[in-house]
């Protein structure tokens, strides 16, 4: 059983924006890092993010950025330094001024609580790109007072 997931979705906004609203740590902390990201992502940098749902900051590493196109991220699986997720994001230009943001995850371990985790972030990553969306296209906060 191979562990992995792909999770899309479209923003009505130019993929420029789309991917700043990522990489920037201010403007991810306003719609996804409830608890805040500290760090901006660059190819071989070390960030933090923390969310109040999952309280406590927990390294992220940035295996590499390609500006409007691709990130690449890893962290610990399971919290386990044995183990790590590794996470894509692409951003895609559409008609329109639109985007196409795909995530996708893999490398958790062929176990109950792997594929617990695994289903968890594929939950996750799905209300990120529906909080994206709220947060670019509306100025909404969807994840505001949802997890406290």
């Known amino acids: 059983m191979d562990l ?3 999770v899309a979705g479209r923003i009505s906004k ?19 890092t409830t608890g805040g990201a500290r760090g901006r992502l660059e190819t071989g940098a070390e960030v ?4 109040h749902d999952f309280p406590g900051a927990f390294p992220v590493l940035v295996q590499e950025v390609v500006p ?8 610990e699986a399971d919290g386990t330094t ?4 590794t996470v894509t994001m692409e951003f895609s230009a559409l008609d329109e001024g639109r985007s196409l943001v795909r ?3 893999f490398g958790w371990p062929e176990t109950q609580a792997g594929l617990t985790s695994c289903f968890g972030n594929c939950e996750g990553w799905t209300a990120m790109l529906c909080a994206m969306k709220a947060w670019l296209e509306h100025g909404i906060n969807l994840r505001d007072g949802f997890y406290k």
């Not at 130019?14 to 996804?32: D, H, I, N």
């Not at 933090?48 to 969310?51: E, K, R, V, Y």
């Not at 409007?68 to 962290?75: C, F, G, P, S, T």
């Not at 044995?82 to 997720?85: I, N, S």
Request: aromatic fraction near 20%; proline fraction near 5%.
């Open 82 to 85: 044995a183990t790590w997720t």
């Open 48 to 51: 933090t993010w923390d969310f």
């Open 68 to 75: 409007n196109e691709r990130i690449v991220l890893q962290w």
């Open 14 to 32: 130019p993929v420029e924006e789309v991917f700043e609203a990522v990489v920037a740590p201010e403007r991810l902390s306003k719609y996804f």
């Open 4 to 6: 992995r997931f792909t």
């Open 103 to 105: 995530i996708s995850e």
